[in-house]
């Protein structure tokens, strides 16, 4: 089985809009102050021992709730498979979920959390299981809404693995609606994506539901 690590030629960097933050301690502790001066004045008493060094933990916890925007990687490698281009060189659908994932509203900066599931059908290349879980809270653990989450994540596997087809399906949460606004809890946010035979053929895309409900109750 050949191995590529070379998937540059595939874009596929280019789809994960990658940032490589670098925040130097300097800064860090202008975060920190700015912070503290916002939940001095919300009413956080921040001079008992269990909250001094609220601030500071804030910043920290902020930056690896968005360490997406860094990458992964892991993600960088895709296989052949014995399908070797031929006119009906399609495989199987692979389904991955429900895959936890967290995020945090780009317009409130309050999270969104639910579950997702991906499902594509390979033609010439696959990757690993794993890599769909690393995929999704790649783009995920940004600042983000939920729509554009389901679009990153088939544009990287439409880019990594010139597939058959792609699905993505997220169910969620979000406490900016929840905590704030309607303040309502029961209803769930739900997205699909489709790309390839799951936009074009219904039975595909009723396949690939039927394999996330199976597993929501």
Known sequence: MEIRDD???????????????????ETS???ESYVAEIFSAYGLDLDSPATK???????????DATEGYDGDPKLLRVFQTECRGEPDCRLSQVV???IQFFSLCE??????????YVGYIAYEHIIGI????????????????QERIGQ?????????????GVAVYLEAHHLCMEMRGVRETAPLTRTTVWR??????????????????STLG
């Open 7 to 25: 998937i540059e030629s595939l874009d596929f960097r280019d789809s994960l809009k990658l940032q490589m933050r670098q925040i130097s301690k």
């Open 96 to 98: 991955e979920g429900p």
């Open 107 to 116: 317009h409130h900066a309050l999270p969104f959390f639910g579950v997702a």
């Open 130 to 145: 794993s890599k769909l879980t690393r995929l999704v809270r790649l783009f995920a653990k940004r600042f983000s809404v």
């Open 53 to 63: 060094d609220t601030p500071r933990r804030f910043i920290e916890a902020l930056f």
């Open 196 to 213: 390839g035979i799951f936009a074009d053929d219904p039975a595909v895309r009723s396949e690939f539901l039927a394999a996330c409900r």
């Open 152 to 164: 990153q994540i088939a544009d990287s596997l439409e880019s990594m693995l010139q597939p058959t």
């Open 29 to 31: 502790k202008k975060f």
